[in-house]
Structures are given as C-alpha cells and as structure tokens.
C-alpha cells in the first residue's frame, strides 16, 4: 500500500471508532495491511475491512467506518 494512502487511513483506524481502544495484539485487536485491503478489528466487536482501490477520499473512509459502527 502507497505510504500516503496509509497516513490518511491510519489516524482514523489507530483509536478503535468504537470504543477507543489504541491497542492491537494479545487479544486486544489486529490491523493488517495489505496491498489494498485495510483491516481493523478490535475486541469491542469494531471489524472494519476497506479496500483502498475504492478510494481514498477522507469523507470515503469515514462512510466506510460508520458502516461497520453502524454494523455492530
Ligand atoms: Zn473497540
């Protein structure tokens, strides 16, 4: 994944949307990385897969996240 398309996801995704929580590993939560693909899951039940080819717009990347809040 292109570094920038990264640096405008990750401050959105670092905090879970849900609940807060900074943390990932030992159960707390996972985020992946992949070629295109951005995954976030976090042990509230927070599970947020995007998938960067469909774009990168800030206002994008927010309707995504508040459809997976809106999901839970
Ligand atoms: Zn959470």
Redesign the pocket.
């Known amino acids: 994944m292109n570094v920038m398309i990264y640096l405008t996801i990750a401050p959105m995704i670092n905090d879970?949307p849900?609940?807060?929580?900074s943390l990932v590993g030992n159960g707390e939560?996972t985020l992946k990385i992949d070629d295109d693909i951005v995954e976030r899951t976090?042990?509230?039940?927070?599970d947020f897969t995007y998938d960067v080819t469909k774009g990168t717009s800030k206002k994008q990347i927010k309707e995504a996240i508040k459809e997976a809040l809106d999901s839970l």
């Open positions: 879970c849900n609940c807060g929580n939560g976090c042990k509230c039940g927070f």
